[in-house]
């Protein structure tokens, strides 16, 4: 199990033994935000130093020198063709299973840049949560989510999909607090974290 620590880097609970990675073992950053287990086994890491991928005991790491749209970010997933796709306070950039990085910037009149979190859904539609709302990528164009389509608050600040397919989106007003995270299980229930 891998936890992402916040200001304390990385930690790996392995048979009951805890091992604890930092900056100086490799990370860009302590600050770590968001964790993926990709299909291949890799674990993808972001932080407020880029994303950075750990195979094989060694870190690579992924900056804005290699095109990612900024080193701070928030939420990591994995498409169907084994794409990267990371949301950061400066887009959504893919990372192609080739190692190219491209980034996709949202402009004025849909959302800002600053996401906050991502999913891809069943269709392959990519969803992005932000300060001004949430929007929703895919084959058919983009569309925008707001409060004016029923949104409680115009920031969105986490987003998944469960397995019946339903968009789950947390925002500043639910329950009174900042949504950080949700999880649907294999049970078809949905955990939420917040602060």
């Known amino acids: 199990m891998w936890i992402a620590c916040d200001s304390y880097g990385l930690a790996r609970l392995n ?19 968001c964790l993926l287990e990709a299909r291949d086994g890799s674990l993808w890491i972001g932080s407020e130093g880029g994303l950075t991928r ?4 060694k870190f690579i790491t992924f900056t804005e020198k290699n095109g990612l749209g900024n080193n701070a970010v928030r939420a990591i997933c994995e498409d169907a063709q084994g794409a990267i796709r990371v949301a950061t306070m400066r887009g959504l950039s893919t990372l192609s299973k080739q190692g190219e990085i491209s980034t996709l910037n949202f402009g004025i009149g849909t959302t800002t840049n600053s996401l906050k979190s991502a999913c891809l859904d069943r269709l392959g539609n990519v969803w992005v949560a932000s300060n001004e709302g949430l929007v929703c990528e895919g084959q058919t164009g983009r569309v925008f989510y707001g409060i004016a389509e029923g949104l409680p608050d115009k920031v969105a600040t986490v987003i998944c999909q469960d397995h019946q397919g339903l968009i789950w989106v947390g925002t500043y007003s639910l329950s009174g607090g ?6 649907a299980d ?10």
Do not use: I
């Not at 048979?15 to 935000?33: A, C, E, I, K, Y």
């Not at 900042?178 to 999880?183: A, E, G, I, S, T």
């Open 15 to 33: 048979q009951g033994v805890f091992t604890h990675f930092s900056d100086s073992d490799g990370l860009p950053s302590n600050q770590t935000r």
């Open 54 to 57: 750990y195979k094989d005991g």
């Open 178 to 183: 900042r949504k950080r995270h949700f999880q």
């Open 186 to 195: 294999e049970r078809g229930r949905v955990w939420g974290s917040g602060q």
